[in-house]
């Protein structure tokens, strides 16, 4: 978590409240969400549209 809130420059209490599901993430933290994870946002959405999320 430590390592993810650096990436995306955020302390890493917030990642484990996203993780954890007590934080709902804006769309810019959600690109950079992506993009610290290697995926793609555009594919990521199409995914959880999929799932009805």
């Not at 995306?8 to 990642?15: G, L």
């Not at 290697?38 to 990521?44: A, F, I, R, Y």
Request: glycine letters at 6%; hydrophobic letters at 35%.
């Amino acid at each position: 978590m430590r390592a993810m809130g650096e990436r995306i420059n955020e302390p890493h209490s917030v990642i484990q409240k996203v993780e954890s599901n007590q934080r709902k993430l804006d769309i810019f933290q959600f690109v950079q969400y992506c993009e610290a994870l290697g995926l793609d946002p555009s594919e990521t959405l199409k995914v959880l549209k999929g799932n009805n999320i």
